[in-house]
T-cell receptor, first 113, second 112 residues
Framework: DQQVKQNSPSLSVQEGRISILNCDYT??????FLWYKKYPAEGPTFLIS?????DKNEDGRFTVFLNKSAKHLSLHIVPSQPGDSAVYFC????????????FGKGTRLSVIA | NAGVTQTPKFRILKIGQSMTLQCAQD?????MYWYRQDPGMGLKLIYY???????DKGEVPNGYNVSRSTTEDFPLRLELAAPSQTSVYFC???????????FGDGTRLSIL
């Protein structure tokens, strides 16, 4: 039973355009959400997070939106750059710390020059 | 700035052999984790530790053992390697359970 779902295995976007990566979750106890980025032969690196008390968090070109009623979050990258080509993982947990992070399967983003 | 260091980077084992995957962190983090990533899949938690001397099972602990005798080190032991354990293994650490985790670069393990 997947508690965190990334339904798009891959996404291709032209350089300069917006990339939108989506993530759905089923566990209503989740209140802390993170995005990680992974390049081949490297470990995942933390990108951005959001707590359920917010519906948006922005860091430079990266913005995460949270829709609690729909149990949905999305990562927007604008403008997309070739260096953004990587696998992006969505992860969720509860702030109490009782639940370790649960990861989605990832979405491979390709930014085409 | 080493962060999380995993050794070895690659290893090939025969069925039935045993080995230990090493993980060390230099950030004085209390929390440490072991994940495996199979092709096309997300990260699955094997074991985690909230501090020296304390370990707990994750989602897929069968066939593995861990120990945490120091804050810095969190080795993962495979006792009887099986082909189903062919995967990429990632170690991670964090300051607390609700802080972002820092990952090592992984150990790619093949069991033939």
């Amino acid at each position: 039973d997947q508690q965190v779902k990334q339904n798009s295995p891959s996404l291709s976007v032209q350089e300069g355009r917006i990339s939108i990566l989506n993530c759905d979750y089923t566990n209503s106890m989740f209140d802390y959400f993170l995005w990680y980025k992974k390049y081949p032969a490297e470990g995942p690196t933390f990108l951005i997070s959001i707590s359920s008390i917010k519906d948006k968090n922005e860091d430079g070109r990266f913005t995460v939106f949270l829709n609690k009623s729909a149990k949905h979050l999305s990562l927007h990258i604008v403008p997309s750059q070739p260096g953004d080509s990587a696998v992006y993982f969505c992860a969720a947990s509860d702030h109490s710390g009782n639940t370790p992070l649960v990861f989605g399967k990832g979405t491979r983003l390709s930014v085409i020059a | 700035n080493a962060g999380v260091t995993q050794t070895p980077k690659f290893r090939i084992l025969k069925i039935g052999q045993s080995m230990t995957l090493q993980c060390a962190q230099d950030m004085n983090h209390n929390y440490m984790y072991w994940y495996r990533q199979d092709p096309g899949m997300g990260l699955k938690l094997i074991y985690y530790s909230v501090g020296a001397g304390i370990t707990d099972k994750g989602e897929v602990p069968n066939g593995y053992n861990v120990s945490r005798s120091t804050t810095e080190d969190f080795p993962l032991r495979l006792e009887l390697a099986a082909p189903s354990q062919t995967s990429v293994y990632f170690c991670a650490s964090s300051d607390s359970s609700n802080q972002p985790q820092h990952f090592g670069d992984g150990t790619r393990l093949s069991i033939l």
